[in-house]
């Protein structure tokens, strides 16, 4: 018996006559339909965003591609045209510009950073605005604090870091005016100066952010800071109900104003202006003070930032030994969670975090406003604050006037650590 033949029918018996040469009939399959069309073979590694937020974590080397809505809500924004406001590498964005209605922004290979891009009505008004947070793999890492009033889970690293190690100069991370959901560049340090971190227009060259005093009588400025993302505003305490150091209003007193406590605080849920990237906000105080809480605390330190013998010209050497000590400090670890000294500026946008009088602090925003509004603090919120213990003995910490988070005013430009929803 001719064993091919056997063979042959022994497959077609079970159904297989592929073996045999022949094709078996095949059920047709339905693909699921895409919002975006295929990526051609051949082109750009491509992120199609389907998330809503101001900010949007995204790896090096690709074409992003999100559709312009305000925020994480539903809300589209009627834009005519893309663009990219800074970029803090002269070459890390290559192109933004609006395409088939959703906004593509070209990242190039083998950069990281942080880029600010628009979209614009017909005449080129800034009509909403979103933070590309680019890092290696679009990954940024988790740290779970366990408290006894609950569990709290937190990135890893200040937002719009580099680098989530503390001795990293690149993780002081981004600077928010409170209530705003734009960044403004960071601190970064050389020996034992400070200024802020250099940003770029879409050709590489070097551009200037812009601080601007509110004129007396102004009621609201919100609409007014959401088209001008790239200026920091604030307004001089003048007494009576005109001037309190903020961005948003002059008229600390006026009604107006009493809804000001939702921009990043919404019952406890995410906001419109929030500035984390989606499944993240910006934390409450009740999560800082259960962080701070934790007994396993670590004071950071180190030898990067060393004080020149200019500065501390014709001080006692005692006062020259604190200084270099106050400019080692990097942060506390709560909880196995690095707290860093990132920095910040006040409302004119003065550097607050080389070593002075007043040490380098590490900050935060919480999503809390503090009330009552008097003179001194008409419109602040709580910081999460704290120092290097200058005062009594090295090598330890304090929290800034004996309290985990202290009020701060709603123009100063603090660091931001997002926490999960």
């Given amino acids: 018996m001719n064993i091919t033949n056997n063979f042959c029918l022994l497959l077609l018996s079970i159904g297989l006559l592929a073996a045999c040469g022949k094709s078996a009939p095949e059920t ?47 809300e589209d924004v009627p834009a005519a045209a893309a663009r990219l406001l ?46 590309l947070w680019v890092v290696p793999n679009a990954f940024v890492g988790d740290v779970t604090v366990f408290t006894s009033q609950g569990n709290y889970t937190f990135q890893d690293c200040n937002l719009g870091a580099l680098s ?27 020996d034992a100066t400070a200024g802020q971190r250099k940003i770029y227009n879409k050709d590489g060259a070097e551009i200037q952010l812009t601080y601007e005093s509110l004129a007396p009588g102004v009621l609201n400025n919100l609409a007014t800071a959401m088209a001008h993302p790239e200026v920091s505003y604030w307004s001089t305490a003048t007494g009576g109900n005109d001037g309190n150091y903020s961005w948003l209003t002059t008229k600390w007193d006026d009604a107006e104003m009493d809804g000001v406590d939702t921009l990043w605080n919404n019952a406890g849920h995410k906001t419109l202006y929030d500035p984390c990237p989606e499944g993240y906000k910006v934390a409450d105080t009740t999560a800082w003070s259960a962080v701070f809480a934790q007994p396993d605390t ?12 200019d500065i501390s010209s014709g001080w006692a050497p005692s006062r020259r030994a604190q200084f270099v000590w106050q400019s080692q400090f990097r942060g506390v670890r709560f909880g196995g969670m690095d707290f860093m000294a990132g ?37 602040g919120a709580y910081a999460a604050h704290v120092g290097p213990d200058y005062t009594n003995r090295r090598g330890e910490f304090k929290f800034y006037d004996s309290s985990p988070v202290v009020p701060h005013k709603f123009s100063t430009l603090n660091p931001v650590r997002c926490r999960r929803e």
């Fill in 298 to 309: 670590t004071t950071l330190f180190n030898r990067v930032y060393v004080v020149s013998p």
């Fill in 343 to 379: 920095g910040y500026f006040d409302h004119q946008g003065r550097v607050k975090s080389i070593p002075t009088d007043k040490a380098i602090h590490a900050r935060s925003w919480t999503s809390t406003t503090y009330t009552p509004r008097t003179l001194n603090y008409h419109f």
């Fill in 86 to 131: 800074w970029q803090d590498d002269p070459a890390l964005v290559s192109s933004a510009a609006l395409k088939d209605g959703k906004i593509e922004v070209d990242i190039l290979e083998n950069k990281t950073g942080n880029a600010l891009v628009c979209a614009t009505d017909a005449g080129g008004a800034v009509l909403w605005s979103w933070h």
């Fill in 164 to 190: 989530a190690l503390a001795r990293d100069d690149s993780s002081t991370g981004l600077v928010y005016q409170w209530g705003r959901k734009d960044p403004f560049p960071g601190p970064v340090y050389t």
């Fill in 28 to 74: 047709p399959v339905t693909p699921e339909p895409s919002p975006f069309p295929p990526t051609p073979s051949g082109s750009k590694d491509t992120t199609r965003i389907e998330s809503r937020a101001n900010c949007f974590i995204v790896k090096p080397g690709t074409l992003a591609i999100f559709a312009p809505c305000k925020g994480n809500s539903k």
